[in-house]
Structures are given as structure tokens and as C-alpha cells.
């Protein structure tokens, strides 16, 4: 089991920045890869940023160069930097865990709201 918790969702104007959070416990050295999925009122949950063990990355074309996901092996904890905000990233923001063994097992957090105001 893999518990998740995110942190530093807010308010802020366009073109300002936050740094997203996600603290991860339990069985952490299980981990295969991590990353940040974002669901907006009346819309899907998307991908936004993930990160695999080997520290290859992937981002959305809607947040490439503006986002910056990293994570931090010491900690247990995952980050995502994301400048130049815009209204269309206003949305809900989790933190995703993928543990492998013959099965795909996903954990995800509680949600953290980010809001972009125009």
C-alpha cells in the first residue's frame, strides 16, 4: 500500500507560479513511476506530467515548458513546478503512484485545488 498526500494548491493570477507537493508513505520502494493528473469541473481527469524510476519524463503539450515535475528519492516526495499559469490550468491536481508486479497498481491522493484567475 502507498499513501499519498498532496500540498501548496492556491489562488493566483495568471502568469504567476506554484509548486505542487506530494508526500508519499507506506510502501514507497515498490514505486515504478509518479506523476500529476488534473481533472477541471465537467471535464476527464488528464495525464499532466509523470515521472518513471529511470527519470525519464513526460508532460502534456498543454503545460510543456511551463511545468516542471521532479522528484525527490530522499523524501519520498514528488513536486511539480508550474510558472506562467493560465485560467485553463484551474482544475483539482493529483498525485499519482504506479506500483508493478504482475498487476498495474495505481494510488492516487486526495486532491490539491489550484485556481488561476484571469
Known amino acids: 500500500q502507498v499513501q499519498l498526500v498532496e500540498s501548496g494548491g492556491g489562488l493566483v493570477q495568471a502568469g504567476g507560479s506554484l509548486r505542487l507537493s506530494c508526500e508519499a508513505s507506506g510502501n514507497v520502494f515498490s514505486i515504478n513511476a509518479m506523476g500529476w493528473y488534473r481533472q477541471a469541473p465537467g471535464k476527464q481527469r488528464e495525464l499532466v506530467a509523470t515521472?518513471?524510476?529511470?527519470?525519464?519524463?513526460k508532460y502534456s503539450d498543454s503545460v510543456k515548458g511551463r511545468f516542471t515535475i521532479s522528484r525527490d528519492y530522499a523524501k519520498n516526495s514528488l513536486h511539480l513546478q508550474m510558472n506562467n499559469l493560465k485560467p485553463e490550468d484551474t482544475a483539482v491536481y493529483y498525485c499519482?503512484?504506479?506500483?508493478?508486479?504482475?498487476?498495474?497498481?495505481?494510488?492516487w491522493g486526495q486532491g490539491t485545488q489550484v485556481t488561476v484567475s484571469s
Open positions: 499519482n503512484a504506479v506500483v508493478l508486479t504482475s498487476l498495474q497498481y495505481d494510488y
Open positions: 515521472t518513471a524510476t529511470g527519470g525519464s519524463t
